[in-house]
């Protein structure tokens, strides 16, 4: 499964952006797909996933209450919207994709496939 990920971009802080990441192949419906982000010098932090069939969500701390995971599998695609923008949540964002993983699987290396990331930049 190829991921490409866009909707990056530089925005205002309280902005809002939505990012888009279009799978490969349709088998990708049965796959468990997400949203991790990294900041200069910083690890990778999981941001929000989705089950296959989009019943079941799940966010990290720093997205919870502003930002919504959602998926389209007629167009393999998922979608992060993110609003209320702080300078805090610039960083590269990843789209990821993994059979077996569960919506709460926050591990970076539990997921198999990643995208090549789209850059987002808050400004204060």
């Known amino acids: 499964v190829q991921l490409q990920a866009s909707g990056g971009g530089v925005v205002q802080a309280g902005e809002s952006l939505r990012l888009s990441c279009v799978a490969s192949?349709?088998?990708?419906?049965?796959?468990?797909m997400g949203w991790f982000r990294q900041a200069p010098g910083k690890d990778r932090e999981f941001v929000a996933a989705?089950?296959?069939?989009?019943?079941?969500?799940h966010y990290g701390d720093s997205a919870k209450g502003r930002f919504t995971i959602s998926r389209d599998n007629d167009r393999s695609t998922v979608y992060l919207l993110m609003n209320r923008l702080e300078p805090d949540d610039t960083a590269v964002y990843y789209c990821v994709a993994d059979a077996w993983a569960l919506v709460t699987t926050t591990r970076p290396e539990s997921y198999d496939y990643w995208g090549q990331g789209t850059q987002v930049t808050v400004s204060s």
């Open positions: 989705i089950s296959w069939s989009g019943g079941s969500t």
């Open positions: 192949r349709r088998t990708s419906v049965r796959y468990c």
